[in-house]
C-alpha cells in the first residue's frame, strides 16, 4: 500500500514537471511601453509584439531553459538582426542585442 502511495505521488510529480511552463512564456511590457508576448514554436520560444506601431511583427526567437535563453533579436524600427539573449529575474526579463558580441544593448522588461 505504501509502495502504491510513493509510486503514484512519484509520477503525479514527473507529470507536472513534464508540464510546467518556462518561465519566459507569457506577456511582457518593453522598455518602450509596448506589449510583447513570448510563446512556444518551433523547438524554441517566439517573440512577437501585440501593441504598437508593429503590432503582430515577430522580433525574435529564442531558445533555452530555467531563466536563460539565447538566439536572434530583431530591432523593427531598423528592420536590423542582433545576436540576443534574455535572463529571468522574478518578474523582470534582461533582454540584449549585440552587434559582433562587442557592441550590446539591454532592455529589461516586466511581466505582465
Not at 508540464?19 to 517573440?47: D, F, L, Q, R
Not at 523593427?76 to 526579463?93: Q, W
Request: net charge positive; charged share 15%; glycine share 16%.
Amino acid at each position: 500500500m505504501i509502495r502504491s502511495f510513493v509510486l503514484t505521488a512519484a509520477i503525479a510529480m514527473i507529470a507536472g514537471m513534464a508540464h510546467a511552463e518556462e518561465p519566459i512564456i507569457g506577456n511582457w511590457k518593453t522598455a518602450s511601453g509596448e506589449t510583447a508576448a513570448i510563446a512556444p514554436c518551433g523547438g524554441g520560444y517566439c517573440v512577437t509584439l501585440k501593441t504598437g506601431k508593429y503590432s503582430g511583427r515577430k522580433i525574435g526567437t529564442l531558445a533555452g531553459t530555467g531563466g536563460s535563453y539565447a538566439g536572434e533579436i530583431t530591432d523593427p524600427a531598423a528592420d536590423k538582426t542582433y545576436s540576443g539573449s534574455g535572463k529571468i529575474s522574478g518578474n523582470s526579463l534582461k533582454m540584449q542585442g549585440c552587434v559582433l558580441k562587442i557592441l550590446c544593448k539591454t532592455q529589461t522588461w516586466t511581466r505582465l
